[in-house]
């Protein structure tokens, strides 16, 4: 490859376009394997909305398989899967950006010249950088993806808001104008930015302290225990920004980020921030595991 572009400009934006590749399809294969648990966390995030919203007098939803079966047997096995389309567009542009541009940052912030390994702090401040930068592309397909997945069954001869993925934003700007496709921006750029600090810079973190340990090799085992890892602190660390996230994004009533916070804490309670936590680390949990196995797979095939 050196032989073929000498340019070293060259030889770097190409290495981009590959790192960005292979993460963008990573992040696809994780979505597609993981994305009825992701629709099973944003029915119990919303809940008590949807049930003071229905006057219902008890919670629809148990836990991780009692959603997942409820939504199975009411609303048939493609419900587990809503939001796909736009879940897949948001990994293309959003994780294609955050893992691609992650090793570039944090070299740029060490130093060319840097030697060893780089400290904690550098990895986590270029994790926040990229995840911030990359949502604020992405948030219309996270927006999108939210709204359909929050939609449950409907009473007879009720119409469902969006016919599809891509009815869903042309609805969106022609009811709320070009600009609700940023609804939830802020918190949600506080929470992909600290679930993607917690997630790559763990990752980085615990596969390289695996690796110091005798017997333990750069393989599956090693990615699959550093992918668990980061998967456990992206949702011990991301749990209350993202509950905030699913709940202005699947209800156009509150005011701002601050209005819903406030409102949530009143009504529900501090908890209500680690509503759905199970199943949103089964989620993240099992999304990191085969995303960075995909990932390190597709790197090795590249030569990266």
Not at 80 to 92: D, E, F, S
Not at 125 to 134: E, K, P, Q, V
Not at 135 to 144: E, K
Not at 179 to 201: D, K, M, S, V
Request: charged share 15%; with cysteine; glycine share 10%.
């Amino acid at each position: 490859m050196v032989a073929i572009s000498p340019d070293p400009q060259s030889q770097t934006d190409f290495s981009f376009f590959q790192t960005f590749l292979c993460s963008a399809f990573a992040a696809c294969i994780a979505e597609l394997c993981t994305i009825p648990l992701d629709v099973a966390k944003v029915r119990l995030q919303l809940q008590k909305r949807a049930a003071a919203a229905d006057g219902a007098g008890q919670s629809k939803y148990r836990g991780l398989l009692g959603t997942i079966t409820t939504i199975a047997r009411e609303e048939g096995l493609p419900a587990l899967w809503k939001g796909v389309i736009a879940g897949l567009h948001r990994q293309c542009i959003y994780g294609g950006l955050r893992i691609g541009l992650y090793d570039p940052v944090k070299l740029y912030l060490v130093g060319n010249n840097f030697v060893g390994d780089i400290p904690l702090h550098q990895k986590i401040l270029a994790a926040l950088f990229t995840g911030a930068l990359a949502i604020s592309v992405a948030n219309p397909t996270d927006l999108v993806k939210v709204r359909l997945q929050a939609e449950g069954k409907l009473p007879a001869g009720v119409p469902r808001r969006y016919s599809g993925t891509l009815d869903a934003y042309f609805t969106i700007i022609r009811q709320e104008g070009l600009i609700a496709l940023w609804t939830g921006i802020g918190p949600n750029i506080a929470r992909n930015a600290i679930i993607n600090a917690a997630e790559l810079a763990s990752y980085d973190q615990v596969k390289q302290m695996i690796l110091k340990i005798p017997g333990f090799l750069d393989n599956v085992l090693t990615h699959l225990l550093a992918g668990l890892g980061a998967g456990f602190f992206a949702v011990c660390i991301g749990s209350p920004v993202d509950v905030v996230k699913s709940r202005m994004m699947g209800d156009s009533t509150y005011k701002n980020t601050f209005d819903c916070f406030v409102k949530t804490l009143k009504n529900e309670g501090p908890f209500a921030f680690y509503k759905g936590f199970l199943p949103n680390f089964g989620r993240l949990g099992s999304w990191n595991v085969v995303m960075f196995l995909t990932l390190e797979q597709a790197r090795k095939l590249f030569g990266l």
